[in-house]
T-cell receptor, first 111, second 110 residues
């Protein structure tokens, strides 16, 4: 089953710890994105990458970091600096005709 | 700046009634508009795009450049249409980022 794979699906983190969410795609897409989805807030862009070894901050990048060392991988690190990290995180990539393909998401809970 | 506005967080209709989910955008160039849908327990997926002028699952959306709107419509709502709907915009360049609205939760009552 091709597409976007996010892991883990559920993650618990203690305050003060960094955690990394994995995102892998086998669609050969250049552009990849990380969104945060909160009730009533919709989708907010954290970081995006147009091409390998390049990425840009989105609207809510503070407290997050990313890397894009390989075309198929775009991991997101939620650092201890992120004030309110408990949320649902969505990874996506952009294909032909500007169609965005989404992963199933990762639930992060800070305990 | 907010580029995509969905004024209704929640929208409820009865089965068989017409439904319209509103979307307004602010962009002076030539945007490409989309509607994405997220059914319960499923991943977010593309519903339709304005360029294709298509009808998907009975839904249509017309780009009105004068009113800068891209409202999603269906003449007869079905219970399976209950979902979260997001309007999205991408700027003319294919390298541009995608902007999403805040979403509208549609509930269709039996």
């Amino acid at each position: 089953d091709g597409g976007i794979t996010q892991s883990p699906k559920y993650l618990f983190r203690k305050e003060g710890q960094n955690v990394t969410l994995s995102c892998e795609q086998n669609l050969n897409h250049d552009a990849m994105y990380w969104y945060r989805q909160d009730p009533g807030q919709g989708l907010r862009l954290i970081y995006y990458s147009q091409i390998v070894n390049d990425f840009q901050k989105g609207d809510i990048a503070e407290g997050y970091s990313v890397s894009r060392e390989k075309k198929e991988s775009f991991p997101l690190t939620v650092t201890s600096a992120q004030k309110n990290p408990t949320a649902f995180y969505l990874c996506a990539s952009k294909g032909d005709r500007n169609t965005i393909y989404f992963g199933e998401g990762s639930w992060l809970t800070v305990v | 700046a907010q580029r995509v506005t969905q004024p209704e967080k929640l929208l409820s209709v009865f089965k068989g009634a017409p439904v319209e989910l509103k979307c307004n955008y602010s962009y002076s160039g030539s945007p490409e508009l989309f509607w994405y849908v997220q059914y319960s327990r499923q991943r977010l997926q593309l519903l339709l795009r304005h360029i294709s002028r298509e009808s998907i699952k009975g839904f249509t959306a017309d780009l009105n450049k004068g009113e800068t709107s891209f409202h999603l419509k269906k003449p007869f709502a079905q219970e399976e249409d209950s979902a979260m709907y997001y309007c999205a915009l991408i700027r003319g360049s294919t390298l541009g980022r995608l902007y999403f609205g805040r979403g509208t939760q549609l509930t269709v009552w039996p």
